[in-house]
């Protein structure tokens, strides 16, 4: 723990170029043609996986807040990072499959393709978002900015519960789709 006299430490760099770096590769990866390079790989599961690490990431923050709620700080950050741990298997899985599959295209009519790109865009740009927001989050309440911390996770988790379920949502409602 901090002690009260000591200077909190400023990781507005690094949170920086973790924010740039993965929703640069992220964006990148939909820019950049596909390598056949692996294609002798099968990498069929790998959105399922992903769709299993949202759901941890759900639970898991999900517990998080109930903890915090009950006061129990260290199970809270345990939590968290175990959220944490599970966004970072979800992220690899993520930038694995998006480098070597082809695109899948949601193949839904009638009002459920609305409602499929209306989840799809807003978990795509509150995905962008979160990034930030969980840095920034995890590095206060790693330093015991507890106020600090408060206000921004205030923001944080909703945001971040959002992402992860409908990150899962998704893949529910393409997966009929993967070829």
Same mark, same amino acid.
Do not use: C
């Given at each position: 723990?901090?002690? +009260?006299? +000591? !200077?909190?430490? $400023?990781?507005?760099?690094?949170?920086?170029?973790?924010?740039?770096?993965?929703?640069?590769?992220?964006? =990148?990866?939909?820019?950049?043609? !596909?390598?056949?390079?692996?294609?002798?790989?099968?990498? /069929?599961?790998?959105?399922?996986?992903?769709?299993?690490?949202? &759901?941890? /990431?759900?639970?898991?923050?999900?517990?998080? *807040?109930?903890?915090?709620?009950?006061? $129990?700080? !260290?199970?809270? @950050? @345990?939590?968290?990072?175990?959220?944490? &741990?599970? /966004?970072?298997?979800? *992220?690899?899985? #993520?930038?694995?499959?998006?480098?070597?599959?082809?695109?899948?295209?949601?193949?839904?009519?009638?009002?459920? @393709?609305?409602?499929?790109?209306?989840?799809?865009?807003?978990?795509?740009? *509150?995905?962008? %978002?979160? %990034?930030?927001?969980?840095?920034?989050?995890?590095?206060?309440?790693?330093?015991? +900015?507890?106020? @600090?911390?408060? !206000?921004?996770?205030?923001?944080?988790?909703?945001?971040?519960? #959002? %992402? &992860? =379920?409908?990150?899962?949502? %998704?893949?529910?409602?393409? &997966?009929? #789709? #993967?070829?």
């Amino acid at each position: 723990m901090k002690e +009260q006299n +000591q !200077k909190p430490k $400023n990781f507005t760099g690094i949170v920086i170029i973790l924010t740039i770096a993965i929703n640069g590769l992220i964006a =990148l990866l939909f820019l950049m043609p !596909k390598s056949d390079k692996f294609s002798h790989l099968d990498i /069929t599961f790998l959105p399922l996986l992903n769709a299993v690490m949202n &759901s941890f /990431t759900f639970i898991f923050l999900l517990s998080a *807040l109930i903890m915090i709620k009950q006061k $129990n700080i !260290k199970a809270h @950050r @345990r939590f968290i990072f175990a959220a944490f &741990s599970t /966004t970072l298997v979800f *992220l690899i899985s #993520y930038v694995t499959y998006h480098s070597m599959a082809a695109d899948t295209h949601f193949g839904g009519e009638g009002i459920i @393709r609305p409602i499929y790109f209306f989840i799809l865009i807003t978990h795509i740009v *509150l995905s962008a %978002v979160i %990034v930030p927001l969980a840095l920034i989050t995890l590095f206060r309440g790693a330093q015991m +900015q507890v106020e @600090r911390h408060r !206000k921004i996770a205030r923001w944080t988790m909703p945001l971040w519960l #959002y %992402v &992860s =379920l409908t990150g899962v949502i %998704v893949y529910m409602m393409i &997966s009929p #789709y #993967y070829s």
